[in-house]
């Protein structure tokens, strides 16, 4: 199978930082594109006069140039150089973090998706779904899921 544009998916929580970073050293990425998707979950507080975003459109567009910075930091921390030769950096702010990846995977015509996961077992992950499942279930491409490494 022939990658041209690879998603990573790009999580803040620092756990699932090595698994993408192992996976990212051993990847062949000639002739690769790479994008780091990040998106911020938009959610909605309800009063009894007023409904309000959270994060509001003002608020995500001023900080998105600090998100952009801070995704970029992580991606070089964690894979190699040759990824950078043809790499572009995009956030996101959205109801639904992996219907907006997904969207973006079919607006650049991705072949293949990268996502971390916790791999919840148990009570816990029988009766909550996962990012990884939600983008398995939508994804026009490939998803590849890395899981954690055992300690």
């Given at each position: 199978?022939?990658?041209?544009?690879?998603?990573i998916?790009?999580?803040?929580?620092?756990?699932?930082?090595?698994?993408?970073?192992?996976?990212?050293?051993?990847?062949?990425?000639?002739k690769?594109?790479a994008?780091?998707?990040?998106?911020?979950r938009?959610?909605?507080e309800?009063?009894?006069?007023?409904?309000?975003?959270?994060?509001?459109?003002?608020t995500?567009?001023?900080?998105?140039?600090?998100?952009?910075?801070?995704?970029?930091?992580?991606?070089?921390?964690?894979?190699?150089?040759?990824?950078?030769?043809?790499?572009?950096?995009?956030?996101?702010?959205?109801?639904?973090?992996?219907?907006?990846?997904?969207?973006?995977?079919?607006?650049?015509?991705?072949?293949?998706?990268?996502?971390a996961?916790r791999?919840?077992?148990?009570?816990?992950g029988?009766?909550?779904?996962?990012?990884?499942?939600?983008?398995l279930?939508?994804?026009p491409?490939?998803?590849?899921?890395?899981?954690?490494k055992?300690?």
């Amino acid at each position: 199978m022939k990658v041209n544009k690879i998603i990573i998916a790009m999580p803040t929580e620092e756990d699932f930082m090595p698994s993408i970073s192992h996976w990212g050293h051993d990847f062949n990425w000639n002739k690769c594109e790479a994008h780091f998707v990040h998106v911020v979950r938009k959610d909605f507080e309800v009063s009894e006069m007023t409904v309000v975003q959270i994060p509001d459109t003002k608020t995500f567009e001023q900080h998105k140039p600090s998100y952009i910075d801070f995704f970029k930091k992580k991606a070089h921390e964690m894979m190699p150089k040759k990824v950078f030769e043809n790499a572009h950096f995009e956030v996101f702010c959205d109801q639904s973090p992996a219907e907006r990846i997904v969207k973006y995977a079919k607006e650049i015509d991705a072949d293949m998706i990268v996502v971390a996961t916790r791999h919840k077992k148990g009570i816990v992950g029988f009766f909550t779904s996962s990012f990884a499942d939600r983008m398995l279930e939508l994804s026009p491409a490939d998803v590849l899921v890395l899981r954690p490494k055992k300690m």
